[in-house]
């Protein structure tokens, strides 16, 4: 079984930004827990797009697959695609999710994007084995374990790719946003939200070529906390 994933840009991983939040209100009963005002990076800046996969301290959450899993930072492997982390049928990398570290930052405007396979080396049912039953509207929780806070995030579109559509660099825009397609590192969207790309094997596989022939992706955009959804309105004021 070999890795199976979109051939993602090889320009070199920009460090993602580091969010920040309001400090904690006025003395009196003791609020809940606030995140610092600076938090540490998810990996090493100076970690090279070519290097290893290295575990960062984010959680991805979906609740219609029943899936919670732990989440590696990678980069590109030396045939310049995504790196999917493959190991023996017992290694856990098969229920792992893999972001992408060339990406935007979860949680940040940008586009942020994660894969994760299939199945195993004995075909058995991995991490996204069901991820077709994911639907516009399913909510997706990618929880900041450096905070303790979750990004919310709902799915807006699926779509199905040929191996022949996912070279174009339109669908690779979408799936991992204008910046790392460019040569230029994650950008902020246009839009200033917070995007985010799930890409997986479906349809076929392809004895010769050791992958499947087609991609399914899953595009969800992030949603504001209900704190923060009252912060707006009161700011609207």
């Known amino acids: 079984f070999f890795p199976c994933s979109s051939p993602p840009p090889s320009s070199p991983a920009s460090p993602p930004p580091r969010p920040s939040d309001p400090p904690a209100g006025p003395s009196g009963p003791t609020p809940p827990a606030q995140p610092p005002d600076t938090v540490a990076p998810?990996?090493?800046?100076?970690?090279?797009?070519r290097a290893g996969p290295v575990a960062v301290p984010l959680e991805l959450q979906i609740s219609r697959l029943h899936l919670s899993a732990a989440v590696l930072g990678v980069g590109i492997n030396p045939s310049n695609v995504m790196d999917t982390p493959?190991?023996?049928a017992t290694d856990p990398v098969w229920r792992t999710a893999f972001w992408y570290r060339g990406s935007g930052a979860p949680g940040e405007a940008g586009t942020a994007t994660i894969a994760g396979h299939v199945d195993d080396v004995l075909g058995r049912p991995a991490i996204f084995a069901h991820f077709s039953d994911l639907r516009p509207g399913d909510p997706i929780v990618i929880r900041d374990k450096r905070t303790g806070l979750d990004l919310p995030y709902v799915v807006t579109e699926t779509a199905v790719y040929t191996l022949r559509q996912t070279l174009d660099p339109a669908i690779l825009t979408k799936i991992y946003g204008p910046g790392p397609v460019s040569g230029q590192g994650p950008l902020e969207s246009v839009d200033?939200?917070?995007?985010?790309?799930l890409i997986t094997c479906t349809g076929h596989w392809l004895n010769g070529s050791g992958t499947y022939d087609h991609r399914l992706a899953v595009y969800a955009v992030m949603t504001p906390a209900p704190s923060q959804a009252l912060d707006r309105r009161a700011r609207r004021r």
């Open 42 to 49: 998810l990996f090493d800046p100076q970690l090279d797009l």
């Open 192 to 197: 200033g939200l917070a995007h985010l790309t």
């Open 86 to 88: 493959t190991g023996r």
